[in-house]
DNA sequence: GCCAACGTTGGC
DNA sequence: GCCAACGTTGGC
């Protein structure tokens, strides 16, 4: 069982719109970055927690918690690019900001590098946040 | 296989 | 809207 943090424009798909689902179930698709659609096919796996992150938007920061409830599986009518399902698992009472996490002992070093769309990231004594 | 140009991301 | 970082593309 693995940790995780998702990146997600809120205007194009935030904690809220995962928490109103249906099922309180998405996919999550549109990954068009090799090293995290290998992240998608091979490490990510049911069971698996992610913190769902809201960024270009202000302030950015970590919102909640989801669950990986299905594995990665290709996209419908591709041959390259892989999503998983996530299911909401719970939103913070309130947003722990970008700031925050960089001033934070433990977590500073787990987003300080930006990389591309979606990116994850293994963070597992994170997970006292949780 | 190198590397410069280009495009995208994302914080500010 | 700006711009730095970084991934991707494509010419050689």
Redesign the pocket.
Known sequence: MSYWLF???PNVFSIDDLMHAKQQTSCWDGV??????NMLRDQIKKGDLAFF?????????IVGVMRIVKDGYLEPQQSTWYSVDVQFVQKFPRLL???EI?KHITLKKM?V???????SITPVTQEEWG
């Open positions: 990146k997600s424009e068009r970055n090799y090293q995290v659609r992150y809201h960024s270009s938007c202000s302030p950015p920061g900001s970008l700031d960089k987003l590098a930006r990389k591309g769309n979606r990116f």
